[in-house]
């Protein structure tokens, strides 16, 4: 059994001196008396590792002066310096910890990579608000009548790492539909190193788009919009057992189209074998076989799995303050947590899934186990059939 807390051996994670350099470059402590930064962190972190979402819990859970909480330097907190720090304190502070957070997974991890090049799948996700509540945070109307809806919220912009699951690029935005856009986000905040793979919807369909991605070595694999007009230069042979209907070598012949894009393009045609849905992949990668073209698409849904484990088993649904500032805080220690579990799965080389070692890490957050221990693989097990019985006759 570990002399500390499961709660103690993830914050360690994140050295002390460090956190303080952050906080001092961006005057995180300035002119405040009692409840600091490294406090906020800890309360940030452990409201997401418990699930606790409640100022009120997490006060009661600070409070105690020979708490686990205070051997780690974390002073008591109460409501209201807790809600001040949240809509005070620099989110700055923050990103910077969840880069140190994913330096540490990607070195876990290690430089595997399962087609010798790497690849991200770019996406985004919405995260609600209420708009009463968080004007600031306006998103779009329904429509122009008078039964019209109005949503605020936030989108989480992220491009994931296929080897390990890590969401390698992050921007966290507000802001009217327009100007949140998938497309316009990634092309002003997500600059991919050359070599790389990005796999994408159609929300980012654009053609200079490709341009730009395919000027800068940076491949990409999405699916073709219906209304996109072509001429095909040349047809390859497809092995229809896997689905495959056409392969062919494309040159965008739309007035809207052509010309933005300079050179040809490929086009795979595939129906699914276990949906019999026709998709149609555009790519410029030519040297990759067709089937593969058509996998790397199908992992995208990996991202959406990436969110469905923030929504459903991290608190980004219900928030411990109103303002810009505490939801914008309250995602990254959703993601920071995220990346340091990451972390620890691959440190025990465990195959456990993140579900499961969120519910094991919030159970037994304030008790004494190692936690690499009890999270590694369990032993297989054979199981022997009983000795048969011999039936009696009659």
């Not at 994140?14 to 005057?27: G, T, W």
């Not at 008396?33 to 490294?38: A, E």
């Not at 606790?52 to 006060?59: C, G, K, Q, T, V």
């Not at 980012?204 to 999405?222: I, K, T």
């Amino acid at each position: 059994m570990a002399n500390i807390s499961v709660f103690s051996q993830i914050i360690k994670l994140i050295p002390r001196s460090q956190f303080e350099e952050a906080v001092a470059k961006h005057n995180g402590d300035k002119r405040v008396r009692s409840l600091n930064c490294w406090t906020w962190f800890g309360s940030l972190i452990f409201s997401q590792l418990s699930g606790h979402d409640s100022i009120r819990a997490l006060e009661r859970v600070f409070e105690a002066s020979n708490s686990e909480t205070s051997r780690l330097g974390f002073n008591s907190i109460c409501r209201s310096t807790l809600s001040d720090a949240n809509a005070a304190r620099p989110v700055e502070v923050l990103e910077e910890i969840f880069s140190h957070s994913l330096k540490l997974a990607t070195r876990a991890r290690g430089h595997r990579l399962d087609f010798g090049f790497p690849v991200y799948l770019l996406d985004s996700t919405f995260i609600e608000l209420c708009l009463s509540f968080c004007p600031w945070a306006f998103f779009r109307t329904t429509s122009k009548t008078t039964n019209s809806t109005k949503y605020a919220g936030v989108k989480l912009h992220t491009a994931i790492d296929l080897t390990g699951h890590l969401p390698e690029f992050v921007v966290i935005k507000e802001g009217q539909e327009k100007d949140n856009r998938d497309l316009k986000v990634a092309r002003d905040h997500f600059n991919f190193q050359p070599g790389s793979l990005v796999v994408f919807d159609r929300g980012y369909w654009s053609a200079d788009y490709f341009n730009e991605l395919n000027h800068a070595n940076v491949s990409f694999v999405s699916r073709m919009r219906s209304n996109v007009r072509f001429c095909v230069e040349k047809s390859s042979e497809v092995d229809r057992t896997q689905g495959l209907i056409c392969d062919q070598h494309i040159y965008l012949s739309g007035s809207k189209t052509k010309g933005l894009y300079g050179g040809k393009l490929r086009r795979i045609s595939y129906r699914d074998p276990e949906t019999n849905k026709k998709l149609v992949f555009i790519t410029n990668r030519f040297d990759l076989p067709a089937k593969t073209i058509c996998d790397l698409y199908k992992a995208r849904w990996q991202v959406e799995l990436f969110f469905k484990t923030l929504k459903q088993n991290l608190k980004i649904k219900k928030f411990l303050g109103l303002s810009r500032n505490a939801v914008i805080a309250q995602i990254y220690a959703a993601l920071i947590c995220y990346v340091l579990l990451m972390y620890l799965k691959l440190t025990a080389r465990s195959n456990i899934s993140m579900p499961e070692l969120m519910a094991v890490v919030g159970t037994l957050l304030l008790l004494k186990f190692n936690i690499i221990e009890l999270i590694q693989n369990k032993p297989i097990t054979t199981r022997h059939p009983p000795p048969q019985q011999l039936s009696l006759i009659f």
